[in-house]
């Protein structure tokens, strides 16, 4: 079956901890929420595509403009998002697709990162967005944890320092970039890109 690179993005609002597999609360939060992201593996007329079948309002993304995938962590808690393949996910040679990377690009940007923007490596983060999800501040690559059956996670730490006033009205927001590969080769990767938001602290 062939492959293509799918490029979606997803609008996550999040913190992410680089490869920690048991991060700790930040110590401005009031606890820690659990989000979860699933993915399936689509055939398109001989092409595979990473989709997201979690709706967009299950995660605190809960405005029209909301896609799939979208998480938005809680203001005043830090969040664990578990990304997941749902379904059948066996490919060539009894291998399995898997999650194996996460990128953050587009802080506050309303549209998606450019393929070009993604695969240039080349996505500056600001020194916040890169505290809070432990990511490479040029790469924008995300540290990550492996979880069962081919998934991963990712932890928020949510750090930003809010103003007094309106709930929502600050924290930021980053588009994030999910990568699969049947049986770790590289070759073979498939992309999903939604959005996360960080709401902060207060």
Known sequence: MLNRQINAIILLTVALCL?????????DSKGRKT???DLEIYDNAGYNELVVRTSARKNGCNTNAAKKGCV???????????????????????????LDGVQLAGEDAADKPSL?????????LSAQV??????DSETGQAGFGQAP???????SKNRTSLPRGAPGTAGY????RLRATCGGDANTAIFHDPKV??????
């Open 19 to 27: 490869g920690s597999t048991s991060p700790s609360l930040s110590a």
């Open 35 to 37: 989000y979860q992201v």
């Open 72 to 98: 938005t962590v809680a203001e005043n808690y830090s969040g664990d998002i578990y990304f997941r393949i749902k379904g059948d996910s066996q490919c060539a040679r009894g291998q399995q697709w898997a």
């Open 116 to 124: 070009a923007t993604w695969t240039t490596n080349k996505v500056p």
């Open 130 to 135: 890169a505290e809070d999800f432990n990511a």
């Open 149 to 155: 059956n081919g998934g991963i996670w990712i932890h």
């Open 173 to 176: 927001s980053v588009w994030y």
């Open 197 to 202: 938001r960080n709401t902060g602290n207060r």
